[in-house]
Structures are given as C-alpha cells and as structure tokens.
Nanobody, 115 residues
Framework: QVQLVESGGGLVQAGGSLRLSCAAS????????MGWYRQAPGKQRETVAG???????DYRDSVKGRFTISRDNAENTVYLQMNSLKPEDTAVYYC?????????WGQGTQVTVSS
C-alpha cells in the first residue's frame, strides 16, 4: 500500500517562499501523474498543480507564475516550490495522484501566510 508523506509547510509572511515535498513509499507502484491539492478552513479541497511522468504540468490559475511543481521519478517524490505567497494560499497542502485521486490521503502539511 502506497503511503504519502507531505512536509515543508510552515508560517511565512506574504511574499515569502516555501518548498513542499511529498514522498510516496511502501510499494513499487509506479505513479504516472502526481498532484498537489489544498484545503483551506471551511472550503473544499482544490487542485493546485499536477505533473505527469513526461514532465507536463498543470496549474490552477491563481498560482500560475508563482508555484512550480516538479518530481523525482527515481525517488517517487514530488515537490511544490511556492513563491510570492499570499494570505489566500493559507491551507493544508496534500499530494495524491493526478487528476484522479487513487491513494489514501496523507496527513498534509500546513501552510500559513501572514499579511
């Protein structure tokens, strides 16, 4: 069974940067596409970005130009570099398969952006 472990969140001021990591472990399952998702308090979980094995990426409009998703196929790890953070980026960030959710959610990592 594949387990997802997210890390790298924290508290930053608006305009700051964070780099999130997601490690998939526990199986030799070959993951084709991975994505980052986030859920703010009182809101539904939303897709932030996705990356396919060939390196093709997708981003939600509100993060284009600020966030960059990347992956290390050999390590089954996906990253999310977040720059120019805004208070509205505050949420718990999760990773999972993309665009369809196929794995159990991890614990997520909290990102808090202060104004």
């Amino acid at each position: 069974q594949v387990q997802l472990v997210e890390s790298g969140g924290g508290l930053v001021q608006a305009g700051g940067s964070l780099r999130l990591s997601c490690a998939a472990s526990g199986s030799s399952f070959s993951i084709d596409a991975m994505g980052w998702y986030r859920q703010a308090p009182g809101k539904q979980r939303e897709t932030v970005a996705g990356i396919r094995r060939g390196g093709i990426t997708d981003y939600r409009d509100s993060v284009k130009g600020r966030f960059t998703i990347s992956r290390d196929n050999a390590e089954n790890t996906v990253y999310l570099q977040m720059n120019s953070l805004k208070p509205e980026d505050t949420a718990v960030y999760y990773c999972n398969t993309f665009p369809l959710i196929q794995l159990h959610w991890g614990q997520g990592t909290q990102v808090t952006v202060s104004s």
